[in-house]
Nanobody, 126 residues
Framework: QFRESGGGLVQPGGSLRLACTAN????????VGWFRQVPGKEHEEISC????????YYANPVKGRFTISRDDAKDTVYLQMSNLQPEDTAVYFC?????????????????????WGQGTQVTVSS
């Protein structure tokens, strides 16, 4: 399971960097995806990064504003978020997702053995 951190309160237009740290295993072995959830709704896919050199995936609402990266030495995957807007307010989660060795790209399908962590709250408000 991963541990999410880095959330907080930020004004519109501001930035935050979320961290997803592996707990007791090496994250470099797994493709990782970020999702977010607001009360009463399903998890919304945000971004994922594979273990290969394929390009990361970004959902349309965050494309151009969010950047995913990984630091395998620290067993951590980051989500740099800029130009945050009130609609980005949610609890953000990271989890192991799937990937294709043929395309070297990740896909936003949660691994059947992966469970959701506690997430980290991001609130964008003036």
């Amino acid at each position: 399971q991963f541990r999410e951190s880095g959330g907080g309160l930020v004004q519109p237009g501001g930035s935050l960097r979320l961290a997803c740290t592996a707990n007791g295993f090496s994250s470099k072995l797994y493709p990782v995806g970020w999702f977010r959830q607001v009360p009463g709704k399903e998890h919304e896919e945000i971004s994922c990064i594979s273990t290969y050199d394929g390009p990361p995936y970004y959902a349309n609402p965050v494309k151009g504003r969010f950047t995913i990266s990984r630091d395998d030495a620290k067993d951590t995957v980051y989500l740099q978020m800029s130009n945050l807007q009130p609609e980005d307010t949610a609890v953000y989660f990271c989890v192991v997702v799937s990937e294709s060795p043929l395309t070297e790209m990740c896909a936003m399908r949660r691994d059947i053995y992966a469970s959701w962590g506690q997430g980290t709250q991001v609130t964008v408000s003036s």
